[in-house]
């Protein structure tokens, strides 16, 4: 069983660029949640997301920054005209849908993450 | 509102010793408290939780955690270090055990190892 896939592992991209982000859930698993890792910082919550739709964006920036999980397909987190300041490791976690979660697992399956970085 | 604050942002040990890493949590809720680790360029793996069932609460490789209500602490300790050990741990407190799944993360510990 698969965990939770993202690429790329890394991204460079120069200001002003885009940048897309793709993460594949666990089988099974119909809950998606992006993180932001700055350098020296911990994980900040960015977006919750299940399939087609968002449930909470209250730690996504209110510019540049979209997400979407689709029905088929990956979730994407989308970063328009890329400055400095978005460097960073951006991780992507999944769940299963209420229920269907085991005790004494984790509430979340972590991927490895995609560093972007900003030139 | 919830947050956690680990109390150092860099502990070094010698092999073979013991390891502390503090947290002190504030919750509005029963919280759930976890304790990741993350090496280097990887994910995020689960050590160990609590989620008001015993306090004290025992994890992979050895770590455990006791959950301490009067003081608001989750601190993790392990009797003996390993070279192996050495990584980033993050404190994370989640006032849900179902539904959304809004982790707060502490700023993260960087364990060292010295061998």
């Known amino acids: 069983n698969a965990g939770v896939m993202q690429n790329p592992r890394h991204l460079v991209r120069r200001r002003g660029q885009e940048a897309r982000l793709r993460c594949s859930p666990m089988?099974?698993?119909?809950?998606v949640y992006w993180y932001r890792q700055l350098p020296e910082e911990g994980l900040k919550f960015m977006v919750y997301?299940?399939?087609?739709?968002?449930?909470?964006e209250s730690g996504m920036p209110k510019e540049r920054f979209s997400a979407e999980f689709p029905k088929e397909g990956p979730s994407i987190l989308r970063i328009q005209q890329v400055v400095r300041g978005d460097s960073a490791a951006y991780f992507c976690?999944?769940?299963?849908?209420?229920?269907?979660?085991?005790?004494?697992?984790?509430?979340?399956?972590f991927g490895n993450g995609t560093r972007l970085t900003v030139t | 509102a919830q947050s956690v604050t680990q109390l150092d942002s860099h502990v070094s040990v010698s092999e073979g010793t013991p390891v502390l890493l503090r947290c002190n949590y504030s919750?509005?809720?029963?919280?759930?408290l976890f304790w990741y680790v993350q090496h280097p360029n990887k994910g995020l793996q689960l050590l160990l939780k609590?989620?008001?069932?015993?306090?004290l609460v025992k994890g992979i490789n050895g770590f455990e955690a006791e959950f301490k209500k009067s003081e608001t602490s989750f601190h993790l300790t392990k009797p003996s270090a390993h070279m192996s050990d050495a990584a980033e741990y993050f404190c994370?407190?989640?006032?849900?055990?179902?539904?959304?799944?809004?982790?707060?993360f502490g700023t993260g510990t960087r364990l060292t190892i010295i061998p």
């Open positions: 919750s509005s809720y029963s919280p759930s």
């Open positions: 609590y989620t008001s069932a015993a306090t």
């Open positions: 976690a999944s769940s299963p849908r209420v229920g269907l979660r085991m005790r004494g697992d984790s509430p979340l399956h």
């Open positions: 994370v407190v989640s006032s849900s055990n179902f539904g959304n799944e809004k982790l707060t």
């Open positions: 089988k099974g698993h119909s809950h």
């Open positions: 997301l299940q399939k087609e739709n968002i449930i909470d």
